[in-house]
């Protein structure tokens, strides 16, 4: 006679649970037979290493859900046998990330060959797309009917089949992470294989391959009146093999702009970590650090560049007052300025993760892209308390701007969904390996209107972290204190108190504050301290490009190292502290009447520019900025402090730039030279 059936949720997922651990142990055991090393073998146990991961995941999502409520009959130890079931669960899931990632290792090279053999005959016979594609199907298959051109049968054709269709691109794509193809809108791609979560495998004209999203795509229509439509063909495609690139395949999220996409089966760094306990399960590789690694698009000196109007014959958003004899105030949609406290219970990592910084970016978010820069704010921590980390210490002497965590932010968006995406992050260092890398710690999004479009009140919010990247939905930052947990109400409050969250408040703007903020572009975040030094380069900027040029048309080069050299200090801020010193230092020196007056002011500041600012950038003694390296960053704060009192005790630079001891790199009269032209279409590029 069969057993009873379990009736309770728990034991069905108990028992469900032991027929998973029958079925891992039985593809564990196959994977060690000698047989196994077959291709077609291996591509059979990666699918269901893949199938599994899926149900167990599944079982871990329903287990996470249950209450002890919920049983018809009592369940006796009910907590234990949960907790014992979700370490069984985490037990195969480690099982079969280590089988996953022993056998992706050896089929890399094999698929990667068979991968640019089926592109080599695409590129090679392109007017015969649809009978290659049979050739490949009949190889793999073994002899499946030839296709019909409307592809009828194409559900149930081998996922590793080279469709080799041609797409066009319907709006701009950024690659995200390795294996990502970028790609401009009216873009011609090839698809070389689709792949059943929506990302395909595509290679642009210059023969550059990666993945691409669906949603972006539509059928090229060539002037033949040939068309290439498989529209819902992918959905009934079985999961194969992946190749190297696809390993770091995400499903995509409910975003338009999804270049982050949730794993599925990432097998990375930061998986390896995960698996290893390192570090807690909602880290994720930092998506604005990625931002930034990829060019100038999203950096403050990018945003800093005047931009011109449709005409091209004036700039938008730099306009001269002919009444006040300087640059016009702008007001803009969104002007603020905001304080960040704290973070609170931010989780850490195991010790063979060295942390070398711990900081929160910030952006304007619309939910779909990044609409302005990412700042950086560094946070300091006190050993007593590693899981606080606070902004703005107490510092002898002026306080370095990354560490500033008073910021303003300016933008002219409309979108009804405008907010601040703040991110934590960490930069480490594997102390086996010595990698180093970029994690996101939590992530959390505020937004600036309320649902009829007003703005939000001014105070202190309270925001709590959310795990994942800001694509992904329902992910915990740490599952041992997850926001679901069930209980009585104390413990549930106790809960709440362990959760990771950020500190942050909005501040009113006074009519000072704001036309000091109207001055400067119409999007831009930065920091506080450097306010005052943004407004004198925006001056300078109107003085040279409005009222200084014999004519409006003329695009020739201008000789100024002030706004060729400023920009670069956006991206090496203990250059920019040391130019707030000196100007702290002679601003101390000048009479009242003399601050009042805003010529005799920029003169000023030029010559402190070119006393500090000019010498150091071309300093041999003064090593290459490089973020979150301890040593890089005291060797060059000395080379900076020395020439600080260099200057102090000779009252400039001068004697120090004649002196044989000081050695500067040479330098081409371009490099100090000022072509707006060339900034602006820098920028349209």
């Known amino acids: 006679m069969l057993p009873r059936w379990p009736r309770g949720p728990l034991p069905c997922l108990q028992h469900r649970g032991q027929e998973l651990k029958q079925q891992v142990d039985s593809l564990l055991s196959e994977s060690r037979l000698k047989g196994a090393l077959e291709a077609s073998k291996k591509r059979d146990i990666y699918q269901r290493c893949i199938q ?3 149900a167990i995941n599944e079982n871990k999502n329903t287990l996470q859900k249950l209450k002890k409520a ?12 949960k907790e014992e079931e979700h370490s069984l669960l985490d037990k195969l899931t480690h099982q079969l990330q280590e089988l996953a990632m022993s056998i992706s290792r050896e089929n890399i090279t094999e698929i ?12 090679a016979e392109g007017d015969e797309e649809e009978d290659d594609d049979d050739e490949e199907e009949s190889k793999e298959s073994g002899g499946e009917e030839e296709e019909t051109q409307e592809e009828e049968k194409q559900g149930n054709e081998s996922h590793l089949q080279a469709t080799s269709k041609e797409y066009t691109a319907v709006g701009n794509f950024t690659a995200q992470q390795a294996g990502d193809l970028t790609f401009k809108k009216g873009e011609i791609l090839l698809i070389i294989e689709k792949k059943p979560d929506g990302w395909w495998i595509a290679k642009n004209a210059k023969g550059n391959k990666g993945l691409v999203p669906k949603t972006y795509l539509e059928p090229y229509h060539k002037e033949d009146g040939q068309e290439s439509s498989e529209e819902g063909s992918e959905e009934n495609v079985d999961v194969g093999d992946e190749t190297a690139e696809e390993l770091e395949v995400k499903q995509r999220t409910g975003s338009h702009w999804s270049a982050v996409r949730k794993a599925l089966s990432e097998i990375n760094t930061v998986d390896v970590l995960t698996t290893m306990g390192a570090i807690p399960t909602g880290f994720r590789p930092s998506t604005l650090f990625q931002l930034l690694e990829e060019g100038n698009q999203f950096r403050a000196s990018y945003f800093l560049q005047p931009e011109l109007a449709p005409s091209q014959l004036a700039f938008r958003d730099l306009m001269w007052d002919a009444k006040t004899g300087t640059i016009r105030s702008r007001p803009s949609h969104v002007s603020l300025i905001l304080t960040l406290w704290s973070c609170k219970m931010i989780p850490l990592p195991e010790l063979s993760i060295q942390v070398l910084s711990r900081h ?27 899981r606080t980390w606070t902004f703005s210490p107490q510092v002898t002497g002026i306080l370095p701007c990354l560490l500033d965590g008073d910021c303003f932010l300016r933008s002219n968006s409309l979108s009804p969904d405008l907010g601040i995406l703040f991110e934590l992050g960490i930069s480490y260092i594997r102390n086996s390996t010595g990698e180093r890398g970029e994690l996101s710690c939590g992530w959390v999004f505020l937004k600036l209107f309320d649902a009829s479009g007003i703005p939000i009140p001014a105070k202190t919010y309270e925001l709590f972290l959310n795990g994942g990247t800001p694509y992904e939905k329902g992910v915990e930052v740490d599952r041992s204190v997850s926001r679901r947990a069930h209980g009585s109400v104390f413990h549930q409050m106790m809960m709440m108190r362990r959760q990771p969250q950020l500190l942050v408040k909005l501040r009113s703007l006074n009519r000072r504050s704001r036309n000091i903020l109207s001055l400067l572009p119409e999007i831009l975040i930065g920091s506080m301290c450097c306010i005052h030094l943004l407004i004198f380069y925006r001056q300078i900027l109107g003085d040279v490009l409005l009222k200084g040029r014999m004519s409006m048309q003329s695009a020739d080069f201008i000789s100024n190292p002030v706004l060729a050299t400023f920009p670069k200090l956006l991206e090496q801020p203990d250059v920019m502290d040391a130019l707030r010193s000196s100007w702290a230092e002679k601003e101390s020196t000048l009479k009242r009447s003399e601050k009042r007056d805003g010529e ?23 090593p290459p900025f490089r973020w979150a390296e301890e040593e890089t960053e005291a060797a060059r704060w000395k080379v900076i402090a020395d020439f600080l009192k260099q200057n102090q005790e000779n009252k400039g630079a001068l004697q120090a730039l004649l002196s044989p001891d000081g050695v500067h790199e040479p330098f081409d009269i371009s490099e100090q030279t000022y072509d707006f032209l060339g900034e602006i279409r820098k920028k349209a590029a």
């Open 70 to 81: 919920d049983e018809p009959t009592p369940v006796g130890n009910y907590h234990q046998k």
């Open 52 to 54: 599994l991961k899926q």
């Open 112 to 123: 990667g060959e068979l991968t640019e053999r089926e592109e080599d005959d695409d590129s």
């Open 600 to 622: 005799f002011l920029k003169a000023v500041f030029l010559l402190v520019y070119h006393d500090c600012v000019v010498p150091l950038l071309h300093s041999t003694f003064l």
């Open 360 to 386: 929160v970016r910030l952006c304007l978010f619309d939910g779909n892209k990044v609409l302005s820069n990412i700042h950086t704010v560094r946070a300091t921590w006190q050993p007593k308390k590693p």
